[in-house]
């Protein structure tokens, strides 16, 4: 039997998709282990203990939190919030020292909703939903906070670690708390043989959901991407088609992705501007701008190993969610081209990309290809935009491509295509 119980709380406030899959995973990481919900209203989930409308608050937070500790007959107890998924992982770390908070550092934020629906980003901080400890520790130290609270104390405003014990001492985590309240309680973390918090780090990460109605506000580290090991793109984790029109068509498991083009599809771009330029059987592909990866999969199918770069939000959704519902072997690589080091590759594809960087640009990816690239595919507009950064045309690529073997241009009513061929490399 486990010596771990897991207290789970919750306001109610969270709306109800999320709130019903984070339970899901809840319920799986568990295996099996008691889960102990205090909520303010009833629910049909673990061992229910309603407590009736308390409101949202700190005072809130920490009843709930403490009443669920005190219902727990285990040694340990694990914090876990309605808005984050934990791996297994988790909840089977056992503390190494019974007189610290531990805190597990791998946890990353996930945005759902807006702009940003589904990047994940990176700040090492100790919170509650992360908490894993001794239970009459935690009992003794939340009942200390609690009774600041309700001797007209207030919770520091912006102050890292007010909440979690053990990570401040009273004096930081509270303000306008009574003289004869602070001297007659412990000052946790002042003295190094009270309470203090330590870190720990599992392989697999927890993710914290930010849904803009966190009671912790907004945040939003700087160590940014859309895809997360072992999670994956995170609208594959909670099975719903990323928000946006599709600018590549994608049929993922028989289900038809909402397609932005009806005509000039990929399909058909693949068919006659890019496959007919197509003659060894396999190798590495790498496609620079590869939105939500229609040509690496089609590369795939021929025998290729294939590397898809790109760096827009909407793109990398979509083709994380098409290789998480229907994996393939495409890599994807969150980065701008210019900024990209190209590995070895047969062939390269610019599909619609290269006049949108400078001409500057284009010379030192060209410098790259040299080294790099046997064969170099471009599909290319046949007129101009003035919003083009570099022209289109096929001379101009000639004259960028000197010193190449180029290859026949299909021509097309809006495109053309054509290759080029390094003759530095075999």
């Not at 049909?44 to 009443?67: C, K, V």
């Not at 932005?260 to 059987?281: C, H, M, Y």
Request: aromatic share 12%; charged share 25%; glycine share 8%.
């Amino acid at each position: 039997m486990s010596d771990t119980s897991i207290v789970y709380y919750t306001d109610g406030s969270l709306n109800q998709f999320l709130f019903k899959k984070c339970q899901e995973y809840l319920f799986s990481a568990a295996e099996g282990k008691r889960i102990i919900t205090v909520s303010q209203a009833p629910m049909d989930f673990g061992d229910n203990i309603n407590m009736g409308a308390l409101g949202r608050s700190h005072h809130s937070l920490f009843l709930q939190a403490l009443t669920g500790a005190k219902a727990a007959t285990t040694k340990y107890i694990a914090l876990a919030e309605h808005d984050c998924v934990y791996h297994p992982e988790h909840f089977n770390w056992i503390p190494p020292d019974d007189k610290l908070f531990w805190y597990n550092v791998n946890h990353w934020l996930v945005e759902w909703g807006g702009f940003n629906s589904g990047m994940y980003s990176y700040h090492r901080r100790k919170v509650m939903s992360q908490l894993i400890c001794e239970r009459n520790i935690f009992i003794e130290a939340i009942e200390e906070k609690l009774l600041m609270l309700e001797h007209s104390a207030g919770i520091r405003r912006g102050q890292p670690g007010a909440c979690e014990p053990g990570v401040c001492d009273n004096r930081k985590a509270f303000v306008d708390a009574k003289k004869e309240m602070l001297a007659s309680q412990k000052d946790v973390g002042k003295d190094r043989h009270d309470y203090r918090a330590a870190p720990f780090r599992t392989i697999n990460p927890n993710l914290d959901i930010r849904h803009k109605t966190n009671f912790s506000g907004g945040r939003r580290a700087k160590d940014r991407r859309y895809s997360l090991p072992p999670w994956g793109g995170f609208h594959s984790v909670m099975g719903v088609v990323p928000p946006g029109a599709w600018y590549q068509e994608a049929t993922i498991n028989n289900d038809v992705m909402p397609a932005q083009r009806q005509r000039d599809t990929n399909a058909k771009r693949w068919e006659g501007f890019i496959s007919p330029f197509v003659e060894l059987t396999s190798g590495t592909v790498t496609d620079l701008g590869c939105n939500a990866g229609f040509y690496c999969r089609k590369f795939i199918e021929r025998g290729f190993k294939a590397i898809g770069v790109e760096k827009a939000p909407d793109a990398l959704r979509h083709a994380y969610y098409w290789e998480g519902r229907d994996p393939r072997g495409v890599k994807i690589v969150e980065s701008d081209i210019n900024n990209y080091q190209i590995t070895a590759s047969q062939y390269v594809l610019l599909a619609n990309v290269h006049y949108w960087l400078t001409p500057a640009q284009l010379q030192k990816l060209i410098k790259q290809l040299r080294e790099q690239a046997l064969h170099v595919v471009i599909v290319s507009r046949r007129q101009g935009d003035p919003n083009h950064l570099s022209p289109c045309d096929v001379e101009f690529l000639r004259k960028l491509f000197v010193g190449w073997t180029r290859h026949r241009v299909i021509k097309g009513g809006k495109h053309f295509s054509t290759m080029f061929t390094n003759p530095d490399l075999r």
